[in-house]
């Protein structure tokens, strides 16, 4: 047996990438807008948090492609 994934796997490993860059980047949005109406800052923590969730994400991302064949 190979150690490289079927097609069909590397087509869902693709999908869950695009969903964990979505889901962390809505979740940094989400967290900034709720810091922001907790100690009205208001467009602070949505900038900061929104960064933060976008450099996460690619950063998984980036972690789940190097796992992926050449």
Do not use: E, H
């Amino acid at each position: 047996m190979s150690d490289t994934p079927s097609p069909q796997k590397a087509n869902f490993l693709l999908i869950g990438a695009g969903s964990i860059f979505t889901s962390m980047v809505v979740a940094g949005f989400l967290v900034g807008y709720w810091l922001d109406s907790f100690f009205d800052t208001q467009p602070l923590g949505l900038m900061v948090c929104g960064i933060m969730g976008f450099i996460g994400g690619g950063r998984k991302v980036y972690d789940i492609l190097m796992k992926m064949p050449s």
